[in-house]
C-alpha cells in the first residue's frame, strides 16, 4: 500500500478537497503526507507585461510575498492533515513549470502516489489553457490520484 502520498496545494477550493481525499486516504493507509507549493518563478523581462512588473516588484520582494503566501496556504493545510492525526511535511520551491516541479519532488521525497486536483477543462479551453494535472499525468513515473 501507499507509504507516502504527495498532494500539491495552490490554496482553492479543489485543491483543499484533494487534501481532505488524500488525508483519508493516508489515514486508511497509514501513510504520511507530503503537502507541496510551487511557488512563481520571478518572470524573466523578456515580454512587455513581465518588464512592467519587473519595474515595479523588484525580484526580493515577489520572492518574499510569494514565500508568504505559499507559507500561509501550506500551514493551513498542514494543520487540518495533523489533526486528523496523519503524519505530513510541508515543502515548496520556486518553478515556472509547477508540473516539472510537482515530479521533482514526488522523486526527491519518494512519494509513491501523487493526490492532486483538476478543474476538468475539456475542449478549446483545457487545450488552450493547458492543465498542469494534466502534464503530471503524462510525465509522472508515480501513479496519480486525481480529485474533482
Known amino acids: 500500500m501507499y507509504k507516502n502520498l504527495l498532494v500539491p496545494t495552490d490554496g482553492s477550493k479543489l485543491s483543499s478537497k484533494a487534501v481532505a481525499q488524500a488525508t483519508a486516504l493516508a489515514k ?11 511557488m512563481p518563478a520571478y518572470p524573466d523581462p523578456v515580454y512587455v507585461e513581465s518588464a512592467i512588473m519587473a519595474a515595479y516588484v523588484p525580484p526580493d520582494v515577489f520572492k518574499e510575498q510569494s514565500t508568504k503566501f505559499a507559507t500561509k496556504v501550506l500551514t493551513k493545510e498542514t494543520q487540518k492533515i495533523a489533526a486528523a492525526g496523519v503524519k505530513v511535511e510541508a515543502c515548496q520551491s520556486a ?3 509547477p508540473w516539472e516541479g510537482i515530479i521533482e519532488v514526488a522523486q526527491k521525497r519518494k512519494c509513491d502516489l501523487i493526490v492532486m486536483a483538476s478543474h476538468g ?3 478549446v479551453a483545457g487545450f488552450l489553457l493547458g492543465s498542469e494535472t494534466q502534464k503530471v499525468l503524462t510525465h509522472s513515473k508515480v501513479p496519480v490520484l486525481v480529485v474533482r
Do not use: D, M, Q
Open 28 to 38: 486508511l493507509a497509514g501513510a504520511r503526507i507530503t503537502l507541496y507549493y510551487s
Open 95 to 97: 518553478s515556472t513549470t
Open 121 to 123: 477543462r475539456r475542449g
